[in-house]
């Protein structure tokens, strides 16, 4: 029993009655009404799931009704009943926003599956609607920004971005290179009150010395050989907004102290200028060095370091965030397949662990990197190991395989250690246990326990 209910609106009060008795006994709940002024005001006093409504009617017409029933309940399901010679206003009044026309005279069977048809439609809207839904909770739990992570070291970093987001506080990014510095500091800005302000990113190693200062400060005419016009600097540019110091540990000392004012008093002098602007900007920087272990020896000022330190945001190495490791293999394979033109369905089953188990130095770029040249070499449907670079599968073929980062018992990960452990020393001898125990420095007893208890006698 379908339990959908359906308004019937025809001018023949023979059609209405046959039309409700054979929609009844289909399952459905039908009621009448005989022209569109009815229908309409039937529908503002009940729910429908679908309407059958005739085109010729007197009073108000089928289209006319059609018309004024979409404005108030777009989202219903109109199905027009015409004779055959009005088949071009039947397909008018679909393009005005019917779902379907059936043509007079008809058989019962052609309503009740036009019906099933607009049922089926309902359930694949609301099916769609639903995955959207989750897929978009998902995406909210998985990724702030540009960010894809769902590990619990990174959901505690966008805990701290919410909140530090709106505040003017100078916050400190740290991490190593390849960590997503840059992404963290991007998120801060947008999910601010300077979203809609401009964020501009200066990487501090990549100036050459002599002209940081004018590209910080800006430089007014004359100051040098070259400086035929007065020119911004950076954060003049970004004034409103936010101003990204990356790798802020490789500023010279000399600007150090310049920028040590810029924080404490929201100044800025031009080179070559007399007195000085206000500035309204908000400073994120970030570092890959340890500037505790810059300032005790000398290369970066205390004064500074305890200025731009107000809150630091560490980002955890991918090493230490190995569960977000599938789920950015996903995102950069979406994202190289649309670049390259490439339809690549995702990682081998043996490709997978390999990925895992290795260490990832340059962290996220890196596994970018990898990615990115697993499409262009591969030649098949799915990233095979011969498709990563040898020195990835060569360090994971020594590493026990990782645990998932939902289970973290050290009690479990400690068995499927012990057990990786034996059956590489088992693999390497050959099957020899006397040489496996002494490799593995257990007695001889005690590893053949252990194989039992493993099953590892079974393969």
Not at 134 to 156: L, P, T, V, W
Not at 298 to 306: N, P, S, V, W
Request: net charge positive; charged share 30%.
């Amino acid at each position: 029993m379908s339990g959908k209910r359906v308004l019937v609106i025809d001018d023949e009060k023979n059609m209405r009655h046959m039309l409700q008795v054979m929609l009844s006994k289909a399952g459905y709940e039908a009621e009448t009404a005989g022209e569109g002024l009815e229908g309409l005001k039937k529908m503002d006093l009940g729910e429908f799931d679908f309407v059958l409504c005739d085109l010729k009617m007197p009073k108000m017409d089928g289209m006319t009704f059609l018309k004024r029933a979409k404005e108030k309940h777009h989202e219903k399901t109109f199905i027009m009943m015409s004779a055959y010679g009005n088949i071009d206003d039947a397909v008018e009044a679909m393009k005005i926003g019917a779902y379907d026309y059936i043509a007079k005279p008809f058989k019962t069977d052609e309503v009740l599956l036009t019906l099933k048809k607009a049922e089926e439609r309902e359930r694949l809207k609301k099916e769609n609607i639903s995955l959207q839904k989750r897929i978009d909770k998902i995406e909210q739990r998985y990724s702030f920004g540009n960010i894809i992570a769902r590990s619990e070291a990174m959901r505690h970093v966008f805990e701290l971005v919410k909140r530090v987001a709106d505040h003017k506080t100078t916050v400190l990014i740290v991490g190593e290179s390849g960590t997503g510095k840059d992404l963290i500091a991007r998120a801060i800005h947008n999910n601010g009150r300077r979203g809609s302000k401009p964020m501009v990113s200066i990487n501090c190693g990549g100036i050459p010395e002599n002209l940081l200062e004018s590209e910080l400060f800006g430089y007014k005419r004359g100051a040098f050989t070259d400086a035929v016009k007065d020119k911004p600097g950076r954060f003049e540019e970004a004034e409103g907004g936010t101003v990204f110091l990356d790798e802020i540990g490789e500023l010279p000392l000399p600007l150090q102290v310049k920028l040590l004012r810029v924080l404490q008093e929201e100044e800025i002098s031009p080179l070559g200028g007399v007195g000085s602007k206000r500035i309204d900007v908000r400073v994120i920087a970030a570092t890959s060095k340890d500037l505790n272990r810059e300032t005790q020896e000398g290369r970066f000022r205390e004064d500074l370091f305890y200025r731009i330190n107000v809150m630091t945001i560490h980002l955890p190495p991918l090493r230490e965030r190995r569960g977000d490791i599938p789920l950015l293999v996903g995102y950069f394979i979406e994202m190289f397949n649309k670049k390259l033109q490439k339809n690549i369905e995702g990682l081998s089953s043996e490709s997978m662990p390999i990925l895992m188990g290795y260490s990832w130095p340059g962290n996220i770029r890196e596994l970018e990197n990898v990615i990115e040249r697993a499409l262009l070499i591969a030649t098949g449907r799915w990233i095979t190991p011969e498709d990563l670079p040898s020195r990835i599968s060569a360090e994971s073929s020594f590493l026990p395989s990782i645990l998932p980062e939902d289970n973290l018992s050290i009690r479990k990960a400690s068995s499927r250690l012990e057990r990786d452990l034996i059956g590489k020393a088992l693999e390497v001898t050959g099957g020899n246990r006397t040489r496996a125990a002494k490799i593995l420095e257990v007695s001889r007893p005690k590893l053949l326990a252990k194989i039992k208890a493993y099953r590892l006698d079974e393969h």
